[in-house]
């Protein structure tokens, strides 16, 4: 029997960007939302924002070959970073929460998005090169909404717009519930 295994820790995108080392980490939950307490690192002194959340998604797989029997194993995580994220002191603690919230909802919804894909996936010829092309791809998708949710809200100074996107984050969480953990 041949058996191939391969296991790959993706890096775990950050909103802003950066992969980070294990740490802390807390999963997301439905049932777990995230409270001010959570937030332990320290604030950026020069940052004009007032809060910062740090959440991300990584990836791991495993692949196996016996004969003409392929397999393929994988997860896909959304975390937030307690040692990371950070708050200032704030007058609308709730409704900012709830932005900083939103943000780790984003998280969720792009590993969502990714084990559809994953589910989805035929094993091709490279499968290492595949899979991480696919985890870097939903890694831009996540990074570039995060930025667009914090440019459409101007980082939840426009109310509107974060009702607006509190209700498309919920909608499209829902339509990916399959994907679920």
Do not use: C
């Amino acid at each position: 029997m041949r058996r191939l295994f391969l296991l790959l820790f993706g890096l775990i995108f950050s909103i802003n960007g950066f992969a980070q080392k294990e740490r802390e980490k807390i999963s997301w939950d439905k049932d777990r939302p995230l409270v001010w307490s959570d937030f332990k690192g320290n604030p950026a002194p020069l940052s004009p924002f007032k809060a910062n959340t740090n959440a991300g998604i990584s990836f791991s797989w495993s692949y196996s070959e016996n004969g003409s029997d392929k397999e393929l194993k994988y997860t896909a995580e959304s975390y937030f970073y307690p040692q990371l994220s950070w708050k200032k002191v704030v007058k609308e603690k709730e409704f900012l929460l709830a932005h900083e919230q939103l943000h780790f909802d984003i998280a969720e919804l792009h590993a969502r998005m990714l084990r559809k894909a994953l589910s989805e996936y035929k094993i091709g010829i490279n499968v290492k090169k595949e899979l991480v092309a696919l985890y870097n791809l939903y890694g831009r998708k996540l990074e570039e909404m995060q930025q667009q949710f914090d440019k459409e809200t101007n980082h939840s100074k426009i109310k509107e717009a974060e009702l607006e996107w509190r209700d498309f984050v919920k909608e499209e969480l829902d339509k990916y519930q399959a994907y679920a953990n």
